[in-house]
Structure formats: C-alpha cells, structure tokens
C-alpha cells in the first residue's frame, strides 16, 4: 500500500500530460486504477498486462491537452503518437 501512495503522489504532484508506468505488475486494468493515480477525468490510458507477478505497462495521458492518433503494444514497450492540442504539435514515444 506504501508503494502505490507513493506513485499516486508521484503522478499527481508532477502534473504531466503523459505518464508511463513500468513493472505495474497489474494483469487486469479497470478504469478506477488510471483514474485513482491521475485524479482527473481527462484521462486515457494504453495498457499491457503483466504475466503473473512480472511486467506490466500503463501508459496515461491528459485527454483535454493531448490527442493520441495510435498506441501499439510490443513485449516491453507500448509505442503511442499524436499531436499536443495546444500548439498542434506531433509527437511519438
């Protein structure tokens, strides 16, 4: 329970528009875990489960300042683009 107050803290306080979790270790993502750690409805997330206790990826992103056109999912890594809204700029990762 430390850890995962820890994390919230750490998205919250950051106020980033994208955040990426590795090693979540979650195998099932339901919408109440993104929306507990951003704490805001602007949220869209891209998600990999972990197999067993390992892995895991949750990626976040603010949905009223980023407009995500793709999101792909490989075995370590999930790959997204799209533009900022407010400068109308593109970007990937």
């Known amino acids: 329970m430390a850890k995962k107050k820890e994390v919230v803290n750490l998205v919250r306080g950051r106020k980033q528009g994208i955040v990426s979790i590795k090693e979540t270790k979650l195998e099932r993502n339901e ?3 993104g929306t507990l750690l951003w704490g805001s409805s602007h949220l869209n997330f891209s998600f990999k489960p972990s197999r ?17 056109d ?3 999912s ?9 533009r900022l809204k407010k400068d109308d700029m593109l970007f990937s990762g």
């Open 31 to 33: 919408d109440f875990v």
């Open 52 to 68: 067993g206790a390992a892995g895991g990826i949750l990626t976040m992103w603010d949905s009223g300042t980023i407009e995500v």
């Open 70 to 72: 793709f999101s792909s």
């Open 74 to 82: 490989f075995e370590n890594v999930i790959v997204f683009g799209g």
